[in-house]
C-alpha cells in the first residue's frame, strides 16, 4: 500500500476515532452527571480502589501480546488461536487469585466493604480473557467505526444497568460495580459481531515465543504507566478517607478528557501509521509536528475554560457535595497540558519498533511521580496534585528531548509549534483574570462566557501562526472539512 494511501486510511481511522471518543467522553459525561447526583463521592472512592487493585494485577502480569500482533507484517491463525487461549487461563488465574486475597487487601487501605467487591470484580479480568482475538484484525485495518460500536454498547448498557440498580436495588457502590460488569460482558460479547474471526483454544504455544522480543517492552510499558497513574491515589488512600479519593480521582478523570481523547486517537491510529510509514523519516516528521499541535492546542483550550470557569461548571453540573473537586480539577488541568505533549511521542517509539523509548519515558515519570508525592504527601489533596503535574512536566521535556534525538526533527520546527499555540493561552489567561477581577459574572454569563474562549483561542492561534509562519490551524479545519464531508 502506498504512503499516501496509508495517510488517507489513517485520516479517516481517525475522523471515525474522533467521532467515537467525542461520543463516549459526552455520553461518559451525562451518566456521571445523572449517577452522581444519586451516588456519594465516598462510593465512587471505594470503587476506583476496586478498580486500582484489579487493573494492577491485570497490567503487571499482561504479556501485551496482541499490541505485539499489530506492529506484526503478518499473522497467522495458529498466533492468534495461541495469544487467545493464553488470555483465556491467565483471566481464570488471575480471577482466582484475586478472589482468595481480596479479605487479605483490605485491611492495607482501611476501605469497609472492599472484599467483597473485590471478589465480585475479579470477574471482570476472567470475562476479558475470553474476548475475540479477532479485533487484531479491526485494528491493523484500522476499522475503528467497529470499535466505536463496541465500546457504546457497553457504555450505554453499563450506564442503564448502575441507572436502574441505584434506583430501585441500592444507592451504593455496588451499583457502579454491576454496571461495569454488565459493560465488560456486553463489550466481550459485542467483540464475536465486530470480528468475524472464531478462535480456538489450544494447548501448545511454540508461535508466542518472538513475540516476546517485542511484548516486553510494552509489559514494562504498561506496568510503569499503570504503576504512575495510580501512585497519587494509593498515598491519598493511605492516609485519607474513601470520600477523598471519590473527589481525587473523579477530578483526574474530567482533568484527563482532552489528553486522554489525544491518546485514543495519536496512539490508536498512529501506531499504525507509523509502522506503515517507518521507512520515510520526513513523513514521521511531519506527522508528529501535526500530532503535537493538535494535542497542545486541545490541552491548552481545555485547561484556560476549566482554570478560568470550572467552580461554575461543577457547581451547575454536579452540585454542592462536589464543589470540592474545584481546586484540585484545576491543578491537574495543567498538568494535563504536559501529559499531552509526553503521549504523542509514544506512538513514534512504538510504531517504527523502538518501545524502549517509551520504557524509559514512562521510568521517568514514575521516579520523578514517587520521589515528588512522597515530599507533598502531607499536603493534602492540593499537594499531592502539585506534586503529580511537575512528574508530568519533568516527562514532558525528556520526551521531548528523545523524540528529537530519535527522529533528528529540527528544534526551530517543535519551538515554533510551542510558541504559537502558547501564545494565545497567555492572552486568554490574562483576559478571564481581568473579566474575574473587574466584570465578575453570574454563573451562566461565565458559562456563556466560558463556550466563547475556544472561538478567541483559535482566533488568536491564526493570527500568531500567520506571524511565525506555522499554521497548525489550517491541518486542523482540512480535517474538520473532510470529516463533514464524509
Request: charged share 15%.
Amino acid at each position: 500500500m502506498a504512503n499516501e494511501d496509508i495517510l488517507k486510511k489513517a485520516l479517516r481511522a481517525s475522523q471515525w476515532l474522533t467521532l467515537g471518543i467525542v461520543i463516549q467522553r459526552v455520553f461518559g459525561i451525562l451518566s456521571f452527571l445523572t449517577i452522581a447526583r444519586l451516588l456519594e463521592p465516598s462510593h465512587y472512592g471505594v470503587m476506583a480502589m476496586v478498580g486500582i487493585i484489579v487493573n494492577l494485577l491485570d497490567t503487571f502480569l499482561s504479556p501485551s501480546f496482541g499490541q505485539a500482533l499489530i506492529q506484526k507484517k503478518e499473522i497467522t491463525r495458529k498466533e492468534l488461536d495461541q495469544v487467545w487461549s493464553l488470555s483465556v487461563y491467565r483471566g481464570i488465574i488471575l480471577s482466582i487469585i484475586i478472589f482468595i486475597a481480596a479479605p487479605y487487601i483490605e485491611p492495607f487501605f482501611n476501605v469497609p466493604g472492599l472484599t467483597n467487591l473485590l471478589r465480585f470484580s475479579s470477574i471482570f479480568i476472567l470475562i476479558q480473557g475470553f474476548c475475540n482475538v479477532g479485533q487484531t484484525y479491526v485494528f491493523r485495518e484500522l476499522a475503528f467505526e467497529k470499535i466505536l460500536l463496541r465500546d457504546l454498547i457497553g457504555m450505554i448498557i453499563q450506564f442503564i444497568v448502575t441507572l436502574i440498580w441505584a434506583l430501585f436495588i441500592s444507592t451504593s457502590a455496588w451499583a457502579l460495580a454491576v454496571g461495569t460488569f454488565a459493560m465488560y460482558l456486553s463489550t466481550c460479547i459485542a467483540t464475536f459481531f465486530i470480528s468475524s474471526y472464531r478462535p480456538r483454544l489450544v494447548f501448545s504455544f511454540p508461535g508466542v515465543k518472538h513475540l516476546v522480543s517485542y511484548s516486553k517492552w510494552v509489559v514494562g510499558q504498561n506496568m510503569i504507566n499503570y504503576f504512575t497513574s495510580i501512585i497519587d491515589t494509593i498515598f491519598i488512600a493511605r492516609v485519607l478517607d474513601a470520600g477523598s479519593i471519590g473527589l481525587y480521582s473523579k477530578s483526574k478523570d474530567l482533568a484527563l478528557i482532552p489528553s486522554s481523547y489525544i491518546y485514543d486517537i495519536s496512539y490508536r491510529v498512529g501506531l499504525s501509521a507509523y509502522a506503515k510509514i517507518q521507512g520515510s523519516l520526513d513523513m514521521v516528521r511531519d506527522s508528529f509536528i501535526k500530532t503535537l499541535d493538535v494535542a497542545l492546542i486541545t490541552s491548552l483550550i481545555f485547561t484556560a475554560v476549566i482554570v478560568g470557569y470550572g467552580h461554575e461548571f461543577i457547581q451547575l453540573l454536579f452540585g454542592g457535595k462536589w464543589i470540592s473537586i474545584v481546586e484540585v480539577l484545576k491543578i491537574l488541568s495543567i498538568g494535563m497540558i504536559f501529559r499531552s505533549i509526553y503521549i504523542v511521542t509514544f506512538p513514534v517509539f512504538d510504531g517504527v519498533g523502538k518501545p524502549k523509548f517509551r520504557f524509559l519515558t514512562l521510568l521517568i515519570q514514575l521516579i520523578s511521580s514517587i520521589i515528588l508525592i512522597y515530599m507533598f504527601r502531607n499536603k493534602g489533596l492540593s499537594g499531592i496534585s502539585i506534586a503529580t503535574i511537575a512528574s508530568m512536566l519533568i516527562t514532558a521535556v525528556s520526551s521531548i528531548i528523545m523524540v528529537i534525538t530519535f527522529i533528528r526533527i529540527p528544534i526551530l520546527k517543535i519551538l515554533k509549534s510551542f510558541t504559537v499555540t502558547f501564545f494565545p493561552f497567555a492572552i486568554i489567561c490574562m483576559v478571564i483574570f481581568a473579566q474575574k477581577t473587574y466584570l465578575p459574572l453570574g454563573i451562566y454569563l461565565s458559562l456563556i462566557a466560558a463556550c466563547f474562549t475556544p472561538i478567541l483561542y483559535m482566533g488568536l492561534l491564526v493570527f500568531f501562526g500567520r506571524i511565525f509562519r506555522h499554521s497548525p490551524h489550517e491541518f486542523i479545519m482540512t480535517t474538520a472539512i473532510n470529516f463533514f464531508k464524509r
